[in-house]
Protein backbone atom coordinates (compact mmCIF):
# COMPACT_ATOMS: atom_id res chain seq x y z
CA UNK A 1 0.00 0.00 0.00
CA UNK A 2 2.72 2.48 1.14
CA UNK A 3 4.95 1.69 -2.38
CA UNK A 4 1.81 2.39 -4.37
CA UNK A 5 0.78 5.77 -2.40
CA UNK A 6 4.23 7.00 -3.07
CA UNK A 7 5.29 5.59 -5.87
CA UNK A 8 7.96 4.53 -7.76
CA UNK A 9 10.11 7.55 -6.52
CA UNK A 10 9.72 7.37 -2.84
CA UNK A 11 12.86 9.38 -2.15
CA UNK A 12 11.34 12.81 -4.06
CA UNK A 13 8.51 12.35 -2.76
CA UNK A 14 9.69 11.99 1.34
CA UNK A 15 11.45 15.63 0.15
CA UNK A 16 8.14 17.05 -1.18
CA UNK A 17 6.37 16.28 1.73
CA UNK A 18 9.29 17.77 3.52
CA UNK A 19 9.40 20.64 1.78
CA UNK A 20 5.52 21.14 2.21
CA UNK A 21 5.63 20.56 6.35
CA UNK A 22 8.65 23.54 6.13
CA UNK A 23 6.68 25.79 4.19
CA UNK A 24 3.95 25.29 7.04
CA UNK A 25 5.91 26.08 10.23
CA UNK A 26 7.37 28.87 8.05
CA UNK A 27 4.11 30.08 7.62
CA UNK A 28 2.96 29.68 11.00
CA UNK A 29 5.48 31.90 12.40
CA UNK A 30 4.92 34.36 9.86
CA UNK A 31 1.31 34.84 11.04
CA UNK A 32 2.46 34.83 14.67
CA UNK A 33 4.63 37.98 14.15
CA UNK A 34 2.17 39.79 11.74
CA UNK A 35 -0.20 39.33 15.10
CA UNK A 36 2.22 40.82 17.39
CA UNK A 37 3.61 43.31 15.15
CA UNK A 38 0.02 44.67 15.16
CA UNK A 39 -0.58 44.29 18.80
CA UNK A 40 2.69 46.33 18.99
CA UNK A 41 1.50 49.35 17.22
CA UNK A 42 -1.87 49.53 18.38
CA UNK A 43 -0.96 49.27 22.50
CA UNK A 44 2.12 51.32 21.89
CA UNK A 45 3.07 54.20 24.46
CA UNK A 46 3.80 56.37 21.54
CA UNK A 47 0.84 58.53 20.40
CA UNK A 48 2.02 58.71 17.10
CA UNK A 49 1.62 54.93 16.74
CA UNK A 50 -1.73 54.90 18.07
CA UNK A 51 -2.93 57.70 15.92
CA UNK A 52 -4.40 55.28 13.54
CA UNK A 53 -4.73 51.66 14.86
CA UNK A 54 -7.52 50.50 12.34
CA UNK A 55 -4.90 50.41 10.10
CA UNK A 56 -2.73 47.81 11.07
CA UNK A 57 -5.06 45.59 13.04
CA UNK A 58 -8.41 45.08 11.24
CA UNK A 59 -9.79 42.57 12.88
CA UNK A 60 -9.90 44.28 16.15
CA UNK A 61 -13.23 45.56 17.86
CA UNK A 62 -14.15 49.02 17.45
CA UNK A 63 -14.35 49.84 21.19
CA UNK A 64 -10.64 49.31 21.35
CA UNK A 65 -10.04 52.25 18.43
CA UNK A 66 -12.24 54.11 20.48
CA UNK A 67 -10.73 53.55 23.85
CA UNK A 68 -7.37 54.87 22.26
CA UNK A 69 -9.13 58.05 20.78
CA UNK A 70 -10.74 59.01 24.84
CA UNK A 71 -7.41 58.18 25.68
CA UNK A 72 -5.34 60.67 23.47
CA UNK A 73 -8.13 63.37 24.48
CA UNK A 74 -7.84 63.10 27.92
CA UNK A 75 -3.92 63.27 27.86
CA UNK A 76 -3.57 59.81 28.92
CA UNK A 77 -2.38 56.61 27.24
CA UNK A 78 -3.21 52.88 27.12
CA UNK A 79 -1.00 50.08 28.12
CA UNK A 80 -1.25 46.35 28.63
CA UNK A 81 -0.64 44.11 31.85
CA UNK A 82 0.64 40.73 31.55
CA UNK A 83 -1.77 39.63 33.87
CA UNK A 84 -4.50 41.38 32.81
CA UNK A 85 -4.17 39.59 29.22
CA UNK A 86 -5.51 42.30 26.64
CA UNK A 87 -7.96 44.45 29.20
CA UNK A 88 -7.33 47.82 28.95
CA UNK A 89 -5.94 50.21 32.09
CA UNK A 90 -5.44 54.02 31.78
CA UNK A 91 -2.47 55.13 33.24
CA UNK A 92 -2.14 59.12 33.72
CA UNK A 93 0.80 60.75 32.91
CA UNK A 94 2.00 64.44 34.06
CA UNK A 95 2.24 66.98 31.91
CA UNK A 96 4.83 69.04 32.05
CA UNK A 97 4.54 72.91 31.05
CA UNK A 98 6.60 73.76 27.71
CA UNK A 99 9.75 75.54 28.13
CA UNK A 100 9.59 79.13 28.45
CA UNK A 101 12.58 80.85 26.46
CA UNK A 102 15.28 82.53 29.14
CA UNK A 103 15.29 85.77 30.22
CA UNK A 104 18.36 86.87 30.10
CA UNK A 105 20.12 89.74 32.82
CA UNK A 106 22.55 92.16 32.53
CA UNK A 107 23.90 93.87 35.58
CA UNK A 108 24.79 97.55 33.48
CA UNK A 109 27.88 99.44 35.76
CA UNK A 110 28.45 102.74 34.36
CA UNK A 111 32.54 102.56 35.09
CA UNK A 112 34.88 99.50 35.06
CA UNK A 113 35.80 99.87 38.75
CA UNK A 114 32.03 100.73 39.54
CA UNK A 115 30.87 98.75 42.85
CA UNK A 116 27.93 96.72 42.39
CA UNK A 117 26.54 95.36 45.32
CA UNK A 118 23.65 93.48 44.67
CA UNK A 119 24.95 89.67 45.27
CA UNK A 120 22.21 88.68 42.60
CA UNK A 121 24.74 89.39 39.76
CA UNK A 122 26.28 86.42 40.69
CA UNK A 123 24.00 83.92 40.59
CA UNK A 124 24.34 82.13 37.09
CA UNK A 125 20.86 81.17 36.53
CA UNK A 126 17.42 81.56 38.49
CA UNK A 127 14.24 79.24 38.03
CA UNK A 128 10.82 80.67 39.64
CA UNK A 129 9.42 77.18 40.52
CA UNK A 130 5.63 78.89 40.19
CA UNK A 131 5.96 79.88 37.17
CA UNK A 132 8.94 78.44 35.32
CA UNK A 133 10.68 81.32 34.12
CA UNK A 134 14.26 81.04 34.17
CA UNK A 135 16.76 84.24 34.48
CA UNK A 136 20.47 83.84 33.27
CA UNK A 137 23.08 86.13 34.35
CA UNK A 138 25.05 87.57 31.26
CA UNK A 139 28.77 87.87 32.02
CA UNK A 140 30.09 91.47 31.08
CA UNK A 141 33.26 92.53 33.19
CA UNK A 142 34.11 95.75 30.79
CA UNK A 143 32.49 98.31 29.45
CA UNK A 144 33.40 97.17 25.69
CA UNK A 145 31.64 93.26 26.65
CA UNK A 146 28.69 95.83 28.57
CA UNK A 147 27.69 97.23 24.85
CA UNK A 148 27.48 93.67 23.14
CA UNK A 149 25.84 92.20 26.21
CA UNK A 150 23.39 95.10 26.04
CA UNK A 151 22.15 93.89 22.43
CA UNK A 152 20.94 91.00 23.72
CA UNK A 153 19.66 91.60 27.57
CA UNK A 154 15.85 91.42 28.26
CA UNK A 155 16.62 92.70 32.01
CA UNK A 156 19.19 95.30 32.70
CA UNK A 157 19.83 96.22 36.29
CA UNK A 158 21.09 99.27 36.72
CA UNK A 159 22.76 101.33 39.98
CA UNK A 160 24.07 105.02 40.33
CA UNK A 161 24.63 104.80 43.84
CA UNK A 162 28.44 105.14 44.20
CA UNK A 163 28.19 106.22 40.19
CA UNK A 164 29.79 109.85 39.56
CA UNK A 165 27.89 110.74 36.84
CA UNK A 166 23.92 109.40 35.49
CA UNK A 167 24.81 107.85 31.78
CA UNK A 168 21.34 105.70 30.81
CA UNK A 169 22.26 103.67 27.58
CA UNK A 170 19.49 103.56 24.50
CA UNK A 171 17.49 100.07 24.74
CA UNK A 172 18.43 97.79 22.06
CA UNK A 173 14.76 96.55 21.62
CA UNK A 174 11.68 98.30 22.96
CA UNK A 175 10.67 95.58 24.66
CA UNK A 176 14.01 95.49 27.37
CA UNK A 177 13.22 95.98 30.70
CA UNK A 178 15.49 98.62 32.69
CA UNK A 179 15.58 98.35 36.07
CA UNK A 180 16.77 101.01 38.32
CA UNK A 181 18.03 99.30 42.05
CA UNK A 182 19.10 101.42 44.59
CA UNK A 183 18.73 100.11 48.40
CA UNK A 184 19.63 103.51 50.21
CA UNK A 185 16.92 105.67 51.60
CA UNK A 186 15.95 109.08 50.15
CA UNK A 187 18.01 110.96 52.70
CA UNK A 188 21.01 109.49 51.63
CA UNK A 189 22.65 112.48 49.68
CA UNK A 190 24.29 110.35 46.92
CA UNK A 191 21.05 109.18 45.63
CA UNK A 192 19.66 112.51 45.37
CA UNK A 193 18.59 111.34 41.59
CA UNK A 194 15.89 108.88 42.29
CA UNK A 195 14.16 112.30 43.02
CA UNK A 196 14.34 113.45 39.65
CA UNK A 197 11.12 111.88 37.42
CA UNK A 198 13.07 113.29 34.24
CA UNK A 199 15.71 110.40 35.48
CA UNK A 200 12.98 107.97 36.15
CA UNK A 201 11.11 107.55 33.08
CA UNK A 202 14.03 106.09 31.56
CA UNK A 203 13.53 103.05 33.40
CA UNK A 204 10.30 100.32 33.94
CA UNK A 205 11.00 99.74 37.64
CA UNK A 206 12.59 101.07 40.63
CA UNK A 207 14.52 98.27 42.60
CA UNK A 208 14.38 99.13 46.24
CA UNK A 209 14.01 97.74 49.53
CA UNK A 210 10.37 99.05 49.89
CA UNK A 211 7.82 96.07 49.74
CA UNK A 212 5.86 98.04 47.88
CA UNK A 213 7.95 97.59 44.78
CA UNK A 214 7.55 94.53 42.31
CA UNK A 215 11.48 94.29 42.50
CA UNK A 216 12.29 94.44 46.15
CA UNK A 217 14.76 93.32 48.67
CA UNK A 218 14.97 93.99 52.07
CA UNK A 219 18.99 94.38 53.76
CA UNK A 220 17.31 91.77 56.45
CA UNK A 221 16.36 88.78 54.36
CA UNK A 222 19.14 89.18 51.63
CA UNK A 223 20.82 85.76 50.86
CA UNK A 224 24.56 86.97 51.99
CA UNK A 225 23.10 87.54 55.44
CA UNK A 226 22.20 84.14 55.81
CA UNK A 227 19.72 84.42 58.38
CA UNK A 228 17.55 81.45 58.58
CA UNK A 229 14.44 80.16 60.66
CA UNK A 230 16.63 77.75 62.47
CA UNK A 231 18.47 80.74 63.59
CA UNK A 232 15.58 82.66 65.46
CA UNK A 233 12.93 79.14 66.25
CA UNK A 234 16.36 78.26 69.37
CA UNK A 235 17.24 78.84 72.43
CA UNK A 236 19.13 82.18 73.28
CA UNK A 237 23.29 80.92 72.44
CA UNK A 238 24.15 82.59 76.21
CA UNK A 239 22.04 81.51 79.27
CA UNK A 240 20.80 84.71 81.09
CA UNK A 241 22.57 83.92 84.23
CA UNK A 242 26.46 83.72 81.88
CA UNK A 243 25.45 87.30 80.29
CA UNK A 244 27.76 89.86 80.32
CA UNK A 245 27.94 91.85 84.01
CA UNK A 246 29.90 94.57 83.32
CA UNK A 247 27.86 95.99 80.54
CA UNK A 248 24.04 95.99 79.93
CA UNK A 249 23.95 97.07 76.17
CA UNK A 250 26.40 96.60 73.61
CA UNK A 251 26.48 99.04 70.40
CA UNK A 252 28.75 98.68 67.30
CA UNK A 253 27.89 101.97 65.53
CA UNK A 254 30.56 103.54 63.25
CA UNK A 255 29.00 106.11 62.02
CA UNK A 256 28.28 109.39 64.72
CA UNK A 257 26.63 111.61 62.79
CA UNK A 258 23.45 109.94 61.65
CA UNK A 259 19.93 111.28 61.78
CA UNK A 260 18.76 108.73 63.81
CA UNK A 261 19.59 109.82 66.84
CA UNK A 262 21.55 106.79 67.79
CA UNK A 263 24.76 109.10 69.37
CA UNK A 264 22.05 110.65 71.41
CA UNK A 265 20.35 108.20 72.42
CA UNK A 266 24.17 106.24 73.57
CA UNK A 267 24.78 109.93 74.93
CA UNK A 268 21.60 109.56 77.23
CA UNK A 269 21.88 106.11 78.71
CA UNK A 270 25.39 107.03 79.86
CA UNK A 271 23.91 109.56 82.02
CA UNK A 272 21.01 107.66 83.11
CA UNK A 273 24.20 104.85 84.36
CA UNK A 274 23.58 102.05 81.44
CA UNK A 275 27.14 100.47 81.31
CA UNK A 276 27.90 99.99 77.59
CA UNK A 277 30.95 98.13 75.46
CA UNK A 278 31.27 100.22 72.43
CA UNK A 279 32.87 98.04 69.73
CA UNK A 280 32.44 101.09 66.59
CA UNK A 281 34.09 104.16 65.98
CA UNK A 282 31.23 106.12 68.25
CA UNK A 283 32.36 106.01 72.21
CA UNK A 284 34.89 103.27 71.11
CA UNK A 285 35.50 101.63 74.29
CA UNK A 286 36.83 97.69 73.09
CA UNK A 287 38.92 96.14 70.94
CA UNK A 288 36.13 94.17 68.25
CA UNK A 289 38.02 90.44 68.55
CA UNK A 290 39.62 89.32 65.14
CA UNK A 291 37.24 86.33 64.66
CA UNK A 292 34.02 88.85 65.09
CA UNK A 293 35.74 90.47 61.42
CA UNK A 294 35.72 89.12 58.11
CA UNK A 295 33.26 90.48 55.21
CA UNK A 296 30.40 92.28 55.51
CA UNK A 297 27.79 89.60 54.92
CA UNK A 298 29.35 87.15 57.30
CA UNK A 299 30.10 89.60 59.39
CA UNK A 300 26.62 90.16 60.92
CA UNK A 301 26.55 86.33 62.02
CA UNK A 302 30.01 86.76 64.15
CA UNK A 303 28.53 89.80 65.70
CA UNK A 304 25.31 88.19 66.74
CA UNK A 305 27.66 85.89 68.19
CA UNK A 306 29.23 88.48 69.80
CA UNK A 307 26.21 90.11 70.99
CA UNK A 308 24.78 86.97 72.35
CA UNK A 309 26.88 87.66 75.48
CA UNK A 310 24.95 90.67 76.44
CA UNK A 311 21.18 91.73 77.28
CA UNK A 312 20.70 94.30 74.68
CA UNK A 313 22.17 95.02 71.65
CA UNK A 314 21.57 98.63 70.13
CA UNK A 315 20.29 98.14 66.41
CA UNK A 316 18.96 101.56 65.69
CA UNK A 317 18.77 102.10 62.03
CA UNK A 318 21.10 105.11 60.14
CA UNK A 319 18.17 106.74 59.25
CA UNK A 320 14.70 106.63 60.13
CA UNK A 321 12.11 105.68 57.47
CA UNK A 322 8.99 103.79 57.28
CA UNK A 323 9.95 100.70 54.81
CA UNK A 324 13.78 100.50 55.73
CA UNK A 325 14.63 98.34 57.53
CA UNK A 326 18.41 96.50 57.87
CA UNK A 327 20.53 93.78 58.81
CA UNK A 328 20.96 95.70 61.83
CA UNK A 329 18.26 93.25 63.75
CA UNK A 330 20.56 89.85 62.86
CA UNK A 331 22.57 90.33 65.83
CA UNK A 332 20.21 90.30 68.11
CA UNK A 333 18.24 87.65 66.58
CA UNK A 334 21.45 85.20 65.85
CA UNK A 335 22.45 84.84 69.54
CA UNK A 336 19.11 85.77 71.34
CA UNK A 337 19.78 89.37 72.74
CA UNK A 338 17.30 92.00 73.07
CA UNK A 339 17.37 94.85 69.73
CA UNK A 340 17.34 98.08 71.09
CA UNK A 341 15.52 100.35 68.48
CA UNK A 342 13.66 103.88 67.81
CA UNK A 343 10.40 103.66 65.80
CA UNK A 344 8.53 106.59 66.09
CA UNK A 345 4.86 107.92 64.76
CA UNK A 346 3.20 104.64 66.80
CA UNK A 347 5.93 102.29 65.20
CA UNK A 348 5.35 103.38 61.75
CA UNK A 349 8.82 104.88 60.80
CA UNK A 350 10.36 102.40 60.51
CA UNK A 351 7.49 99.97 60.84
CA UNK A 352 8.92 96.99 61.92
CA UNK A 353 6.12 94.62 62.19
CA UNK A 354 7.05 92.68 58.71
CA UNK A 355 9.93 91.76 60.09
CA UNK A 356 9.21 90.45 63.85
CA UNK A 357 8.61 86.56 63.94
CA UNK A 358 5.38 87.46 65.96
CA UNK A 359 3.15 90.58 66.71
CA UNK A 360 2.18 89.53 70.18
CA UNK A 361 5.04 89.10 72.05
CA UNK A 362 7.23 91.31 72.86
CA UNK A 363 10.62 91.10 70.73
CA UNK A 364 12.27 94.46 70.08
CA UNK A 365 12.55 97.59 72.93
CA UNK A 366 11.43 100.49 71.20
CA UNK A 367 13.00 103.54 73.00
CA UNK A 368 10.32 105.93 71.36
CA UNK A 369 7.57 104.12 73.50
CA UNK A 370 9.11 106.55 76.42
CA UNK A 371 8.84 110.08 77.08
CA UNK A 372 12.31 110.47 78.55
CA UNK A 373 15.66 108.83 78.27
CA UNK A 374 15.81 108.22 82.27
CA UNK A 375 12.47 106.41 81.43
CA UNK A 376 14.26 104.13 79.01
CA UNK A 377 17.76 103.59 81.38
CA UNK A 378 14.87 102.97 84.10
CA UNK A 379 13.16 100.10 81.97
CA UNK A 380 16.27 98.11 80.72
CA UNK A 381 17.58 98.44 84.26
CA UNK A 382 14.59 96.39 85.66
CA UNK A 383 14.46 93.83 82.45
CA UNK A 384 17.92 93.43 82.58
CA UNK A 385 17.90 92.87 86.58
CA UNK A 386 14.82 90.13 86.10
CA UNK A 387 15.01 87.25 84.41
CA UNK A 388 11.60 86.86 83.96
CA UNK A 389 11.14 89.82 82.14
CA UNK A 390 13.82 89.03 80.24
CA UNK A 391 12.55 85.76 79.05
CA UNK A 392 9.35 87.14 78.19
CA UNK A 393 11.36 88.73 75.20
CA UNK A 394 12.76 85.84 74.46
CA UNK A 395 9.10 83.39 74.00
CA UNK A 396 9.64 84.05 70.37
CA UNK A 397 12.24 81.35 70.11
CA UNK A 398 9.86 79.11 71.36
CA UNK A 399 7.61 79.40 68.24
CA UNK A 400 7.04 76.93 65.55
CA UNK A 401 7.13 77.36 62.19
CA UNK A 402 3.10 77.75 61.11
CA UNK A 403 2.78 79.71 64.79
CA UNK A 404 5.39 82.84 62.85
CA UNK A 405 4.02 86.38 61.64
CA UNK A 406 2.69 85.35 58.45
CA UNK A 407 4.33 88.40 56.44
CA UNK A 408 7.88 87.60 58.32
CA UNK A 409 7.59 84.26 57.47
CA UNK A 410 7.11 85.39 53.49
CA UNK A 411 10.08 87.50 53.95
CA UNK A 412 12.10 85.18 55.49
CA UNK A 413 11.50 83.09 52.68
CA UNK A 414 12.09 85.62 49.66
CA UNK A 415 15.18 85.04 49.35
CA UNK A 416 15.09 81.24 49.19
CA UNK A 417 13.24 82.14 45.70
CA UNK A 418 14.60 85.37 44.90
CA UNK A 419 11.54 87.18 44.57
CA UNK A 420 12.82 90.40 43.27
CA UNK A 421 12.50 88.48 39.92
CA UNK A 422 10.01 85.79 40.75
CA UNK A 423 7.42 88.53 41.85
CA UNK A 424 8.01 90.12 38.13
CA UNK A 425 7.52 87.00 36.34
CA UNK A 426 4.24 86.22 38.37
CA UNK A 427 3.22 89.71 38.22
CA UNK A 428 3.63 90.09 33.91
CA UNK A 429 3.33 85.82 32.89
CA UNK A 430 0.87 84.74 31.19
CA UNK A 431 0.40 81.21 31.93
CA UNK A 432 -1.91 80.81 28.86
CA UNK A 433 0.72 81.88 26.37
CA UNK A 434 3.93 80.77 28.29
CA UNK A 435 5.31 84.32 27.96
CA UNK A 436 5.65 87.51 29.55
CA UNK A 437 3.97 90.39 29.11
CA UNK A 438 7.48 92.85 28.64
CA UNK A 439 5.74 95.51 26.80
CA UNK A 440 3.06 96.71 29.52
CA UNK A 441 5.46 95.96 32.70
CA UNK A 442 5.95 99.07 33.84
CA UNK A 443 5.85 100.20 37.76
CA UNK A 444 8.81 103.20 38.01
CA UNK A 445 7.77 104.43 41.65
CA UNK A 446 10.71 105.68 43.62
CA UNK A 447 9.66 105.84 47.63
CA UNK A 448 5.87 106.19 46.89
CA UNK A 449 4.20 107.06 50.36
CA UNK A 450 7.72 106.90 52.22
CA UNK A 451 7.84 108.92 55.31
CA UNK A 452 10.90 109.31 56.97
CA UNK A 453 12.34 111.27 60.57
CA UNK A 454 15.26 113.16 61.09
CA UNK A 455 16.52 113.78 64.62
CA UNK A 456 18.05 117.52 64.63
CA UNK A 457 20.94 118.19 66.78
CA UNK A 458 18.98 119.81 69.49
CA UNK A 459 17.12 116.66 69.48
CA UNK A 460 14.28 118.20 67.79
CA UNK A 461 12.07 115.30 65.82
CA UNK A 462 11.40 116.24 62.14
CA UNK A 463 9.06 114.24 59.31
CA UNK A 464 9.39 114.57 55.76
CA UNK A 465 6.95 112.74 53.07
CA UNK A 466 7.84 111.41 49.66
Not at 236 to 262: E, H, Y
Not at 286 to 300: C, D, F, M, V
Not at 446 to 460: I, L, P, S
Request: include cysteine.
Amino acid sequence: MTKRLLGNRPCQTYILLLVVLVLGQLTVLYHKKVLRLSSTALFSLSPKKTADPGKDARGLTDMIQQEIKESEEKNTFLSVSSRQGTKLRRTPVQSLPPKVQPLKVLYWQPTDNHRFYFPERYRKTLVCPDTGVQFVTLKAKSSEEQRKALQKADVVIFTYDFAEELFVPRKSRKDTIFVLASLESPHVRKVEFLHSQAFLKHFNFFWSYSSRNIFSTTTLTRRKHSLTLSDILQSPLVKFPDKVSSALMVTIVSNCADKAGRFLLMNELAKHNIPMHHYGHCMKNKELPTWAGGKHGQKNRRLGVLAAKYKFVLSVENILCSGYVSEKLIKGFVGGSINVVTSVRNGSVPDYAPFLPSLSLPIVFNTAQFATAKRVAERMQEIGSSEQLYGEYMEYRKLTVDQLNPVFRQNMERKRVNSAFCRFARHYFNSESRTLNRSSARDCKAFANETCAVYQADGKLTFKDY
